[in-house]
T-cell receptor
Framework: GENVEQHPSTLSVQEGDSAVIKCTYS??????FPWYKQELGKGPQLIID?????GEKKDQRIAVTLNKTAKHFSLHITETQPEDSAVYFC?????????FGAGTRLTVKP | GAVVSQHPSWVICKSGTSVKIECRSL??????MFWYRQFPKQSLMLMAT?????????EQGVEKDKFLINHASLTLSTLTVTSAHPEDSSFYIC????????????FGPGTRLTVT
């Protein structure tokens, strides 16, 4: 089955700096790669996703890159703000069967 | 759009009792819903896949007789934790598959279950 590894487990940055979170996956059949933001006591919120036929996608301060050959994808957050502080999960999916990374706790210091 | 609700948001029950958690897609139809379990500071673990009108598919290690799933309509799936024990205490989260838009899953806000 699919195995998703996520690094780092914790990340602390200064407000305004960039943050990068990386994930690798094992199943070459996976074709959908979403990123979720989860705040304490809440359900995950989809923030950006990318499909296997695309190498990069950007939405304002958030971007995701995908390298299918190497089976890794990354989340990039620029100009971080304190409200970006949360746990971020990557996931890899094939036909709706989604597996999650272990999560990254991002702290943005004002 | 693509809003998923869960009820209740939190529940406390005594050992041996059963608890039902509802998951609803509010503004779309979901032929497939998923149930996840999340322990503190850990990732989401898929428990089962629920398809409307058919039996749920459980992940390895998840007791189907303990975690009863019913997906009776295109907007409602329920998870019943039967004969709950303290080790069942966890954060239960459902998600719904948005058909026609690839494989995007939208998550509910979660239900915090505490078994005393």
């Amino acid at each position: 089955g699919e195995n998703v590894e996520q690094h780092p487990s914790t990340l602390s940055v200064q407000e305004g700096d960039s943050a990068v979170i990386k994930c690798t996956y094992s199943d070459s059949a996976s074709n959908y790669f979403p990123w979720y933001k989860q705040e304490l006591g809440k359900g995950p919120q989809l923030i950006i996703d990318i499909r296997s036929n695309v190498g990069e996608k950007k939405d304002q301060r958030i971007a995701v890159t995908l390298n299918k050959t190497a089976k890794h994808f990354s989340l990039h957050i620029t100009e971080t703000q304190p409200e970006d502080s949360a746990v971020y999960f990557c996931a890899a999916s094939f036909v709706g069967d989604m597996r999650f990374g272990a999560g990254t706790r991002l702290t943005v210091k004002p | 759009g693509a809003v998923v609700s869960q009820h209740p948001s939190w529940v406390i029950c005594k050992s041996g009792t059963s608890v039902k958690i509802e998951c609803r897609s509010l503004d779309f139809q979901a032929t497939t819903m998923f149930w996840y379990r999340q322990f503190p500071k850990q990732s989401l673990m898929l428990m089962a896949t629920s398809n409307e009108g058919s039996k749920a598919t459980y992940e390895q290690g998840v007791e189907k007789d303990k975690f009863l799933i019913n997906h009776a309509s295109l907007t409602l799936s329920t998870l019943t934790v039967t004969s709950a024990h303290p080790e069942d205490s966890s954060f239960y989260i459902c998600s719904a598959l948005l058909a026609g838009k690839g494989y995007e899953q939208y998550f509910g806000p979660g239900t915090r279950l505490t078994v005393t």
